[in-house]
């Protein structure tokens, strides 16, 4: 539903909230945890540090540091934020506008599913991500002969959290 940079950005954003307050957080060590490259993870946030809930720090050892509580701000800011053309709510079938002008057989359905989806994301603090989000990418436990997930339950971001200071730290 969301954009690619949009997923990325939010579980950026999960993995912030997970580290220690003030703590700076390098793009690859997100990009290592995500399984994507660090540059990647870089342009997905950029958005969040322009309206100032991330700060970027520049330097060898730089990267993130989270800057507002997330449990003042709603998914829905940030997706607003991180796609801000509603493109997250477009016509599934392709239409320019959605509307009672338009001869789509989904369009009852999908307003009502936009509209309720909308008010899901109105009421949840940015601060629950981290339960929500799938769990992330461990290089350790992956065999070498491709890509492949880790078996977690869905929503144990365990491996995120007791490792995720392992990445090399400067």
Do not use: N
């Not at 997250?88 to 320019?96: F, T």
Request: with cysteine; aromatic share 8%.
């Amino acid at each position: 539903m969301f954009q690619q940079m949009t997923e990325i950005a939010l579980r950026g954003l999960a993995y912030m909230i997970d580290a220690p307050s003030g703590r700076v957080v390098q793009s690859r060590q997100i990009g290592t945890r995500l399984g994507i490259s660090g540059t990647y993870v870089a342009k997905a946030l950029q958005p969040l540090a322009r309206i100032g809930w991330l700060r970027s720090v520049k330097g060898r050892c730089g990267g993130w540091v989270l800057e507002v509580d997330p449990a003042a701000h709603t998914v829905l800011e940030a997706v607003e934020t991180l796609e801000p053309h509603g493109e997250w709510s477009r016509c599934p079938v392709g239409h320019r506008s959605c509307g009672d002008e338009t001869d789509c057989p989904f369009h009852d359905t999908w307003s009502r599913a936009i509209s309720e989806f909308r008010a899901t994301l109105a009421k949840t603090q940015v601060a629950a991500l981290p339960r929500f989000l799938p769990p992330c990418y461990d290089p350790a436990k992956t065999d070498t002969s491709g890509p492949t997930r880790p078996s977690v339950e869905p929503g144990d971001l365990s491996l995120m959290r007791a490792s995720a200071w392992r990445v090399a730290a400067c």
